[in-house]
């Protein structure tokens, strides 16, 4: 497949993802109980995987291989696109396909400390791409207006913009939150569960488990199971925060004194001396703000 042939059917197969997408976004805001049971044919639909392949193709880490060795560029140069997205495609319908250990990355951090990167393969990074193309516009439909990490059309300086217009209205205390090692930390079994409660297709929470419990090739002492957490680094791992997060703006939103109170109740509370209040989340980092015992 040369180029432009490459360019006219990936367009297309951008236009079909884009469609079912906004169906599932559709069909989730209308109904917060409903659960999606046909999901895996889309994740093994050729157009989705397609799409999955040009953004992990776009993306800079593309130069880097998994524990495999293999490149986006080997891929193209040697394997030959069609065909590895025909195996791969061929591998998911038959459920023989199983992710491979994510190779960890130290990153040097201020004040001596270490960040560490999953760096999963080519082929898990396509597949999880495909996944991410399923799940986030379903799960969008859930996560609240005060979560700004790592969701579309949203970017850090819409927090602070947040940040910034909470406090010119009376919101005067700023308590900035950052959960440690959030990413190493999250829980597989409740996370799980609370896709569950969207996602009633197995065949797709078995992946997510697979990539979940795939295992870590470390730098010093080999391989690791994956007990917790969701490596950071890897395509489908924001939205697992975020899933894993929302939990915390739910509980805020329905605090007493938070965003889903009335003007009334609010206004009880200042009067009482108790604080009004209201979360800005960006991914890990979030900024509960309370408001001063004031009029609005």
Request: proline letters at 5%.
């Amino acid at each position: 497949m040369n180029t432009d042939e490459l360019e006219d059917v990936a367009y297309v197969a951008e236009r079909r993802v884009l469609k079912i997408q906004a169906k599932l976004h559709r069909w989730a805001a209308e109904d917060p109980l409903r659960r999606f049971d046909d999901l895996f044919n889309l994740v093994c639909d050729p157009a989705f995987l397609l799409a999955g392949w040009m953004r992990v193709r776009s993306n800079k880490g593309a130069r880097t291989a998994g524990v495999d060795g293999v490149t986006a560029h080997y891929v193209e140069d040697a394997r030959g696109l069609e065909g590895f997205l025909t195996e791969l495609r061929a591998e998911l319908k038959t459920r023989t396909f199983r992710p491979l250990p994510v190779r960890q990355r130290g990153i040097p951090k201020a004040g001596g400390k270490v960040r560490y990167l999953g760096i999963n393969t080519i082929r898990d990074r396509v597949v999880q791409a495909s996944l991410k193309l399923v799940l986030e516009p379903i799960f969008e439909a859930d996560f609240l207006p005060c979560s700004y990490g790592f969701r579309p059309k949203r970017r850090a300086h819409d927090a602070i913009a947040e940040s910034h217009y909470l406090a010119s209205r009376s919101y005067e205390w700023v308590v900035e939150g950052d959960i440690e090692a959030c990413f190493d930390n999250i829980g597989h079994a409740p996370v799980l569960q609370r896709m569950r409660a969207r996602v009633g297709d197995k065949r797709v929470m078995d992946l997510v488990k697979a990539f979940l419990k795939a295992g870590i090739l470390t730098e010093e002492s080999g391989l690791k199971e994956s007990r917790a957490g969701a490596p950071q680094g890897g395509i489908l791992s924001p939205v697992i925060s975020n899933i894993a997060l929302s939990v915390l703006d739910e509980a805020i939103a329905a605090g007493p004194g938070g965003p889903r109170a009335t003007r009334s109740r609010r206004a009880h509370r200042r009067a009482t001396g108790k604080p009004n209040y209201r979360i800005c989340r960006y991914a890990d980092d979030c900024a509960p703000r309370t408001q001063r015992e004031v009029s609005m």
